[in-house]
């Protein structure tokens, strides 16, 4: 049986967006389908159907930079609450949705 494994690891530092989505391009090649996200106060996993995932540490749920990163894996959150405070240990998010085929036509 094969064990779920950390596939890339990014520092993230404050204003350094575009190298931070940079990053998720490289790294987003080398995970099967995005599953979920889990996002702490000061990291962020990103992790696939088999369990594998890459970490983006110094950002978290209290930081405005989230919201994009969460935004390029097509994560399932809601922006009104994401920076609320949380007791539990993470906050965890679908991943990966897709759009129906035409679902921004205007008939």
């Known amino acids: 049986?094969?064990?779920?494994?950390?596939?890339?690891?990014?520092?993230?530092?404050?204003?350094?967006?575009?190298?931070?989505?940079?990053?998720?391009?490289?790294?987003?090649?080398?995970?099967r389908m995005l599953r979920k996200s889990r996002v702490y106060r000061d990291r962020v996993h990103v992790i696939d159907i088999n369990g594998d995932w890459f970490a983006i540490e110094g950002i978290g749920y209290p930081d405005a930079d989230v919201m994009p990163l969460l935004q390029a894996v097509?994560?399932?959150?809601?922006?009104?609450?994401?920076?609320?405070?949380?007791?539990?240990?993470?906050?965890?998010?679908?991943?990966g949705r897709r759009y129906a085929w035409a679902a921004d036509r205007v008939m």
């Open 74 to 95: 097509n994560a399932a959150f809601n922006t009104q609450t994401i920076h609320n405070p949380t007791t539990d240990e993470f906050k965890e998010f679908n991943t």
């Open 1 to 31: 049986m094969r064990t779920a494994r950390m596939i890339a690891e990014f520092r993230y530092e404050p204003g350094k967006l575009d190298d931070l989505l940079q990053f998720l391009k490289r790294t987003r090649s080398e995970l």
